[in-house]
């Protein structure tokens, strides 16, 4: 009701101002400027004036364009803008970023509202930018553009020429002043910017810009729940099935999403049981923790022994630490606490390894013990002899007892020197048995929802935080001992143990498509090491990058007899190609020019030599805005097969955005929704947020013919390790603990089609809030020829719904499976229930209030 009462003053307000046409001026003076508010972040505004002397502020202060230069403390922020409508017609606005760099930002609009890539061209060594301006330059060619550089105490002002404000001229000391900016009084403050007379359809635009972004904002701040008191009758639904309108739909619609956050894969998926193992934690990692080095995890078993690390002779260039023990009474060795604890479950086997070392004249075995919570050794076994080169020695060690919180204890069993490294205990009951495998649990909640792919290792890990961040494939794939760690963006190890191979060979076990995510050739735009934001390879080392891409698809795809990368993967275990069809290129990154270039060098270098690979592009992290904007507008032009899009929304977004994809252009690329969630106050994970996202799943399969795939995200959660909410399967190291949202993903894994069959929805209440609430997709599967029905209810009352299946040549009684997910919009531990249910032509069924209602009919054999 509130919608609708505020659509209605909306009309009434523009049918009045309609009405005063004939009092309003032909034009108008706009005044462009920011604030200093939160640090310069809050963006460009624009107020009005008739006289330029009594303004109205737009917003007031609604953000036009907000500045996407760098991260954290130093960045996002708009200094000082200067507005110029060029040549072109286009609006230029040029900013500083930042007192301390030598970079200004210029971007572009053709109405001030919408804005396209933003830019940030550096100034060389000309000091800090400051106060930047720009003048057409006196012969009308071309731009002359101004800053004001502060040194010390003395100011110098420096310019250069650009055409396009794409390439720009060598920076030169000028003797001219920098164009003032005007002040003007705006409620009482005055304020810096530029002045620019414009007609006065220009200034209704920008007002009616900042009606419509608070008229959303009044449509995502609705929440699901509605009081039931409203309905007084019951709701009757009759749905009528359009089988002669059936089109083919994506069988790839549900996936996953695997990114290393949240301890996802280190001590998560990744079933190692030791952490630190390979002795290179470091403070670069960006951890938390006062400990976080190369000893971190690691203490002495006793005092007859002391514990060092060192780097000379090391096991590999890529593993360059390792743990030196020098024993002075035998009995002694080195406890690991693993990942908050090392689980141990009685009358299992698990295997330890380690590489060891000793130049002492007398060498022994290695004594592996498993420890209780009170140290009491529940599981015990002994290597083979360490010797005096880097030597890989190996045990299997059966437990006793059972540990939540148990440790491992390593004890050389001899006197002197001993280096340790590559410590590793993995139980031999990993997912499918694999060596180096997953967590059997974990690994198994993901294959129950079937996922037709999955996608890894980014999410921003794929992109890195900073251009040495950038995640390489080949630094994963090979030995253990040879693998390159890197630190996680998001604080803490990757040891690369889960890498490109146990990845492709997960995707295997699983029958889920592979699709890796390589960086587009730049970093994070919201990298904080180097303080400049998103930063590109230089373009000299691109070709080298693009090889590497290039050499991923030949490791994945070719054959071992004729490529040297794909030799390696027979190697390890798999002759046979991983038949890799999809890779994805880019992570909601920010596109600008510096990305637009990368990504198209790299996008044209696949389709001339792997034509059959489809590459998936991005448009940004948002559902609209610039990124989004010019994301779709690269990948068009140059006919990129998927586009990557992510967004994660207010409950209200979900709730009134059931036709997002209804009007989207088919003659574009289709779309991977590759991150979504819906996000609620507390960032829980419940009936609320499940349903939502299952009446959203509805409307991507509806338009299946465009949205090719899906994937929640993030994946997984550790407990006391969580840094991001929600999350779908969260999980300690003994359980694994579904949220909600979970149970929606499994039903529409589990009971995905390939054929839409479109239906016509009649309600006995008309109203709005009614009928945004019901929502239904009926497909089928083409492989068990199954009629799968979905239904969301989001009312608060029940709904009697009557299908007609008679259209499908449906006759008699059939059997068919109906499963529920339904409960109050704050239930958290609701799962769903599945009972048998006969179907009749006229299918009658009640639909519990706040639910999710699959009915699968089986075919006859």
């Not at 990845?503 to 990298?527: R, T, W």
């Not at 989001?794 to 499976?817: E, M, R, S, W």
């Amino acid at each position: 009701m509130k919608k609708l009462l505020f659509f209605l003053l909306i009309t009434i307000g523009f049918s009045l101002q309609h009405s005063l046409m004939a009092n309003e001026p032909d034009s108008a003076y706009v005044f462009a400027y920011a604030t200093d508010k939160n640090a310069g972040r809050n963006g460009l505004h624009f107020a009005w004036s008739t006289d330029r002397n009594t303004w109205h502020s737009i917003g007031p202060e609604r953000t036009f364009l907000r500045s996407e230069y760098a991260s954290g403390r130093h960045g996002k922020r708009m200094l000082s803008p200067y507005l110029i409508k060029g040549n072109d017609g286009m609006w230029h606005c040029l900013w500083s970023v930042h007192e301390g760099y030598a970079v200004f930002a210029h971007c572009t609009s053709t109405d001030l509202i919408s804005w396209g890539q933003q830019a940030f061209p550096t100034t060389g060594n000309t000091g800090n930018c400051m106060n930047p301006s720009v003048t057409f330059s006196p012969t009308g060619q071309d731009y002359l553009i101004t800053w004001n550089s502060l040194q010390g105490e003395n100011t110098k002002t420096y310019s250069c020429r650009t055409k396009d404000f794409r390439t720009y001229s060598i920076p030169q000391a000028e003797n001219v002043a920098v164009p003032h900016r005007q002040q003007v009084t705006i409620n009482g403050i005055t304020e810096s910017g530029t002045l620019h007379r414009v007609a006065w359809n220009e200034v209704e635009a920008l007002i009616q810009a900042d009606k419509m972004a608070k008229y959303k904002a009044i449509q995502n701040a609705e929440r699901l729940a509605i009081n039931p008191e409203l309905f007084k009758d019951t709701i009757t639904l009759n749905v009528t099935l359009r089988p002669e309108e059936s089109k083919k739909i994506s069988d790839m619609l549900i996936g996953v999403f695997f990114e290393d956050i949240n301890y996802g894969a280190d001590g998560g998926l990744y079933a190692e049981l030791v952490q630190n193992r390979d002795f290179e934690y470091s403070p670069n990692d960006i951890g938390r923790e006062e400990n976080w080095t190369a000893t971190n995890s690691w203490s002495t078993g006793g005092e007859g022994l002391s514990f060092d690390i060192d780097t000379v002779a090391p096991l590999h260039t890529h593993n360059p630490h390792y743990a030196v023990l020098d024993i002075k009474e035998k009995g002694h060795g080195l406890v690991n606490d693993g990942f908050d604890g090392i689980p141990v479950k009685a009358g299992e086997k698990y295997d330890f390894s380690v590489f060891a070392r000793s130049t002492s004249n007398k060498r022994g075995k290695i004594i592996v013990r498993l420890l209780d919570e009170d140290g009491k050794v529940i599981g015990e076994a002994r290597t083979g002899k360490i010797s005096k080169t880097w030597n890989k020695l190996t045990a299997v060690v059966e437990a006793t007892g059972s540990a939540v919180n148990g440790r491992i204890e390593v004890i050389p069993d001899m006197e002197g020197e001993v280096n340790l490294d590559m410590v590793s205990l993995f139980p031999q009951k990993t997912f499918k048995n694999r060596k180096n495998g997953m967590r059997a649990d974990l690994a198994q909640a993901i294959a129950d929802i079937r996922p037709r792919f999955v996608r890894f290792p980014g999410g921003c890990v794929a992109h890195g935080n900073g251009l040495d961040n950038i995640y390489h494939w080949e630094n994963t794939i090979g030995p253990l001992e040879s693998r390159k760690p890197l630190r996680n963006l998001w604080g803490y190890h990757q040891t690369m143990g889960l890498g490109y191979y146990e990845y492709f060979q997960f995707c295997e076990d699983i029958g889920a498509e592979p699709l890796p995510v390589v960086a587009a050739g730049v970093c994070c735009q919201n990298s904080s090491i180097g303080g400049a934001g998103q930063m590109g390879i230089p373009m000299e080392e691109m070709p080298e990058y693009i090889e590497s891409l290039l050499n991923l698809i030949e490791w994945a795809n070719g054959d071992p007899s004729e490529s040297p990368w794909a030799k390696m993967r027979a190697e390890a275990g798999h002759p046979k190609p991983f038949n890799l069809k999809y890779l994805g290129v880019g992570n909601e990154d920010l596109i600008t020019p510096v990305f637009e270039e990368r990504f198209t060098m790299i996008f044209k270098a696949i389709k001339e030599k792997y034509p059959e690979i489809q590459v998936v592009g991005t448009s940004g992290p948002f559902s609209e805005g610039p990124d989004y904007v010019e994301g779709w507008k690269v990948a068009s032009k140059l006919g990129v097969p998927l586009v990557d899009e992510h967004y994660y929304q207010p409950a209200g977004w979900f709730l009134n955005n059931h036709d997002y994809y209804d009007r989207y252009d088919r003659s574009k690329p289709k779309v991977y929704l590759g991150e979504y969630a819906t996000h609620i106050p507390g960032k829980g994970n419940n009936i609320e947020t499940a349903l939502l996202e299952a009446y959203h799943l509805i409307g991507c399969e509806r338009n299946g013919d465009i949205v090719s795939m899906t994937s929640y995200a993030p994946l997984l959660a550790k407990d006391r390790r969580t840094r991001w909410r929600p999350d779908l399967i969260y999980f300690n190291n003994m359980e694994v603990k579904p949220g909600t949202s979970y149970y929606t993903q499994l039903l529409f894994g589990q009971n995905s089609g390939n054929e839409y069959i479109p239906s016509v929805l009649t309600l006995s209440d008309n109203r709005d809030d009614v009928r945004k609430r019901i929502g239904i997709s009926v497909v089928k599967d083409s492989l068990s020829q199954d009629l799968i029905l979905k239904i969301v209810n989001l009312l608060p009352v029940k709904v009697q719904a009557n299908i007609d299946l008679a259209a499908l040549g449906i006759t008699g009684k059939q059997d068919a499976t109906k499963t529920v997910l339904s409960g109050m919009p704050d239930d958290w531990k609701a799962r769903p229930e599945t009972s048998p249910v006969a179907m009749e032509p006229q299918y009658w069924d009640e639909l519990p209030a706040y639910s999710l209602t699959v009915v699968r009919l089986k075919s006859k054999p």
